[in-house]
């Protein structure tokens, strides 16, 4: 026999399937029971960004012009940003996907260099949300060429996985009841009990500006010609879900 039900609540969304079965043998005896899907979401306002900024430098004649061009830029990147972030609340600053490699032109069987380039990625980590944007316009300006991803979470989320996780149990073990007392029955202990958390927490901003749209201004013109980018973090979204079977008697 299987009864399918399907709950919507405004903090919780809780989605149940129930199924009974009598012909599960335990130590040569059959016992029913029944399984019951559940979910429970929360939206916070993060409180955590990690944003990937890149610098990418190209010469046509030598690598290590490129190289050394990188690096001027990515030290004035990372100086700067440095100065924005707090390093006691558990900011920091990293590097990663360096690379340098040549780039070539193909025309037919025909392979031409074009030019060497360099590429590195300035990771920022902050409790500093409200200054993301700032961040994203002085890296632009010192030379960074786009940014590759920013990310947002909450430094609550494992209480708060614990939480949702709580309550949709809470939730499957009454919607078991509720049903078996249409039978009649009663729960007898657990059969399977799994448990998941997850977030939904990218945001991927469209930002790419080249140095040659500032070389158009100079002085305090240049400041009033750069963009001020404006970072909306919205909601993390937190998901718990329980999939849980009960015996019955």
Sequence with gaps: ????????????????????????????????????STSA??????????????????????????????KEISDKVISTLKSMINSSNGDYIKTSNFSASPIYTYNGNK??????????SVIVHTKNVDKVGSMIDKSI?????????????????????NELITIAANRAKERANAALKTVPTTI??????????????VYRPQYRMLK???????????AEAAPQTTIEQGVVKIYANVNASYYVK
């Design 212 to 222: 040659s749209n500032l070389m158009m201004a100079d002085g305090a013109a240049a």
């Design 1 to 36: 026999m299987k009864k399918c039900f399907f709950v919507a609540a405004i903090l919780v969304a809780v989605a149940g399937c129930m199924t009974t079965q009598a012909n599960v043998p335990v130590n040569g005896i059959e016992k029913g029971f029944i399984s019951i």
């Design 111 to 120: 392979k031409t260099l074009d030019k060497y380039q360099v590429s590195n």
């Design 141 to 161: 300006e010192l030379g960074a060429t786009n940014v590759n991803s920013l990310n947002f979470s909450v430094s609550s989320y494992e209480s708060k996985c």
């Design 41 to 70: 979401n929360a939206e916070l306002v993060p409180d955590i960004a990690e944003v990937s900024i890149a610098v990418i430098t190209s010469d046509h004649k030598s690598m290590q012009k490129a190289t050394l061009q990188n």
């Design 188 to 201: 007898s202990g657990v059969k399977t009990l799994d448990v998941s958390c997850s977030e939904n927490n």
